[in-house]
């Protein structure tokens, strides 16, 4: 099993609407949400982190290719997600993805 972690960030002034529009449809279809993730072999942790210069969306991916479920997911997540996606965060998830992050330090490892 891997892991991958990845900060996102929330455009200015887009909290609340990220809370509304994307936690408001996670809480109200929990299940549809949890199926994308599963179909893409992945199980998904969120964290909202409020810092001084910015928010970020925290992203947890855990699965045996973690770094292909994304793209996997990024595949599978309704038309209207990804239009928020771009209005949200900046993401286009139709293009490549971003560079994802590397690992520089595992206190296990």
Do not use: C
């Not at 909290?15 to 949890?34: L, Y």
């Not at 969120?46 to 855990?62: K, N």
């Amino acid at each position: 099993m891997a892991i991958l972690a990845m900060a996102v960030p929330i455009l200015p002034g887009m909290t609340e609407k990220w809370d509304e529009e994307i936690m408001g449809r996670i809480r109200s279809d929990k299940a549809a949400v949890d199926a994308v993730r599963d179909a893409a072999g992945v199980h998904e942790r969120t964290f909202l982190q409020r810092t001084p210069h910015g928010d970020f969306v925290i992203l947890t991916l855990e699965g045996d290719d973690p770094a292909a479920s994304w793209g996997k997911m990024m595949e599978l997540i309704p038309d209207d997600w990804k239009g928020l996606m771009g209005e949200l965060h900046g993401i286009d998830p139709n293009a490549p993805p971003p560079p994802l992050p590397e690992l520089v330090y595992d206190s296990k490892a």
